[in-house]
């Protein structure tokens, strides 16, 4: 492979050693990125060469408030003793620009003094972009895979980095949290029995599971519908009950009441950063948008029940399918969801599991699920 230092700048498209050395890296820092959860941040990955073009170290975030992907990999590169002066970092995600939970990774690559940085996609979000500009204004060369990678090369890895985030930079454009939506179902897709009975459908490893996604979300919402059937706590808790250091706020949608002996009630005479948020409407959009606007929630968990998880779904407010399948059956039930106003197979919604989070807990299988693009999106809610 050639030097680093026109590898990435100054060398003609047609040098095949440089573009596949590139390309290479592309495919190693995507890689990285799928390792990383979905949530409240970009699933983001990066890549490290040395000025001569050997690869020194990969990275990932691996979610909120832990090291962003080039971070991640230029720790991974010094621990090995390795210098970064002068390498290429290539990321699938621009760097930010804004130091928040973690410092700007414009500012980290400038001090470890990278010479060029190699970015798939712009970052959307207004705090965080700018990083390229920021890295360029230090007189390093950054810019973006499509202009380093010629035609459909580029562009074949340019869109699967943004296929990667697409519901995320969905979500940022709306200006609402990244959801995810938790259901909890038999095989025949049923949420509880006939008589109303759901605990537990899924077993012990599962809920374990459960509850320590809680501890990483910045809110968890419900209905009313189950707020007034299953009187929840909604809180974060380990396999002994104790509760987790970090509790998510914890939010019910609705026009009904709580029951006033109800635990959520209760806590509504807490202290007030432990306060449920009861919004007395059915207006989810305009509720997701005031999370995040009002209690800077970027990371929202839906655990049910089926029509609050309905309605989020018929207004493509899910980007994020969490589901937990019991190996049981019901034959009849409370369905998982319902009325999403689908009357042909055409009109169905499709998902795509993310292949990565498909895996047996206990005896249950987990497994994450993303919307597909939409031809258009509906705008019929129940
Ligand atoms: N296994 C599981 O994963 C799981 C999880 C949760 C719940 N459940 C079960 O599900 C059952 C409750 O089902 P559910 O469907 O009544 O619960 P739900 O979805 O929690 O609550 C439904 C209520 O949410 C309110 N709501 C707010 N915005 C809405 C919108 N845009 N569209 C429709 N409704 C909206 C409405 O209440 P208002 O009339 O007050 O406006 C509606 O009646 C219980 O048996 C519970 O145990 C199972």
């Not at 972009?129 to 007189?139: H, K, T």
């Not at 499509?146 to 580029?154: E, I, K, N, R």
């Not at 609705?254 to 509504?268: I, V």
Request: aromatic letters at 4%; one cysteine or more.
């Amino acid at each position: 492979m050639r030097e680093a230092r026109t590898m990435g700048m100054n060398q003609p498209p047609h040098d095949a050693a440089r573009e596949s050395a590139l390309r290479e890296a592309c495919e190693r820092a995507l890689e990285q990125a799928r390792r990383g959860p979905l949530g409240a941040n970009p699933r983001v990955g990066a890549a490290l060469l040395s000025p001569t073009g050997e690869l020194l170290a990969t990275g990932f975030h691996r979610g909120a408030r832990t090291p962003h992907a080039e971070a991640d990999a230029l720790l991974a590169a010094r621990e090995r003793g390795l210098d970064v002066h002068g390498a290429t970092c290539i990321v699938t995600l621009e760097p930010c620009a804004h130091a928040g939970r973690t410092p700007s990774c414009a500012r980290t690559l400038i001090d470890a003094g990278v010479a060029h940085v190699l970015y798939a996609v712009r970052d959307p979000h207004d705090i965080a972009a700018n990083g390229g500009a920021l890295l360029r204004d230090a007189g390093i060369n950054a810019r973006l895979w499509s202009d380093a990678l010629p035609g459909s090369v580029g562009g074949d890895l340019t869109a699967r980095a943004t296929e990667m985030n697409r519901r995320w930079f969905q979500a940022t454009r709306e200006s609402r949290p990244f959801v995810t939506a938790k259901i909890a179902h038999t095989l025949d897709g049923y949420v509880a029995a006939v008589d109303g009975t759901n605990a537990w459908i899924t077993g012990e490893d599962a809920r374990v599971e459960g509850h320590a996604l809680r501890s990483t979300v910045d809110a968890i919402a419900v209905g009313t519908g189950t707020a007034l059937a299953d009187d929840p706590a909604l809180t974060a808790r380990d396999a002994h009950g104790t509760l987790a250091q970090r509790q998510p706020r914890r939010v019910v949608i609705g026009e009904r009441p709580l029951e006033p002996h109800s635990r959520l009630a209760k806590a509504t005479h807490g202290p007030e950063h432990a306060r449920p948020l009861l919004y007395r409407t059915r207006d989810i959009r305009a509720v997701f948008e005031n999370l995040r606007a009002e209690h800077g929630v970027e990371h929202l968990l839906l655990e049910g029940g089926p029509r609050l998880i309905s309605a989020a779904l018929t207004l493509d407010l899910v980007d994020d399918l969490w589901i937990h399948e019991a190996p049981t059956l019901l034959g009849a039930g409370t369905p998982a969801v319902t009325g999403l106003g689908i009357g042909t197979l055409e009109n169905r919604l499709d998902f795509d599991i993310v292949p990565e989070s498909l895996h047996v807990s206990g005896s249950d299988l987990l497994f994450h699920a993303i919307p597909r693009a939409r031809q258009q999106t509906p705008t019929k809610g129940e």
